[in-house]
């Protein structure tokens, strides 16, 4: 169809092709720059454009010590990062608090993470999410303070195990 449109002034459709020339010309452009676009660029441009309007808490729930470098898939709600955590398997969990300032760049998940979508009105296909991608190694965090406690964790209805969290809480740099 977009050969069809761009090249229709060879099919006697001058009108469809004075009309859809800005098209035409955005299009090539796309094409063009389609080869030396790569998603990590495109990341980092949204990450560019997009900031945190208020200072903000977010989580991350691992079953493993891990590094925070780089990009990472955070949550503003931490009840949500317990929901997929498989707790049979481990002993210990790590929680990771970041907390960012206000005009930090992050990417939210979705523009209605304040939504509860009761009367279904978002358009299918689009979820509501409390996640966002945050860029800690652009963001320098530091670590503030580490804190251990134990939870019971219910296995079934007769037994239970303790859980050791470890709430490790990064502190990050202001943004003007």
């Keep these: 169809m977009y050969d069809v449109i761009k090249d229709a002034q ?62 990472n898939i955070f949550n503003i709600n931490p009840k949500n990062e ?10 210990e969990v790590y929680l990771y608090k970041v907390n960012i300032k206000e005009n930090t760049p992050v990417a939210f998940y979705t523009n209605y993470v304040f939504y509860d979508n009761f009367n279904k009105t978002l358009p299918i296909g689009m979820d509501i999410s409390t996640e966002i991608l945050f860029d800690t190694f652009k963001s320098k965090i530091k670590e503030t303070k580490h804190e251990e406690f134990n939870i019971n964790v219910y296995e079934d209805e007769y037994t239970s195990k303790v859980l050791k969290v470890n709430v490790i809480e990064y502190e990050g740099k202001e943004y003007n």
């Design 10 to 71: 060879n099919y006697g459709l001058t009108r469809v092709y004075s009309n859809s020339r800005d098209f035409i010309e955005q299009i090539e452009a796309i094409r063009a720059k389609k080869d030396s676009m790569k998603i990590s660029d495109l990341i980092k441009e949204v990450l560019n454009k997009i900031k945190t309007n208020s200072n903000l808490s977010i989580y991350k729930l691992s079953n493993k010590k891990i590094e925070l470098e780089n990009l």
């Design 82 to 91: 317990f929901k997929d955590v498989d707790f049979s398997k481990s002993k």
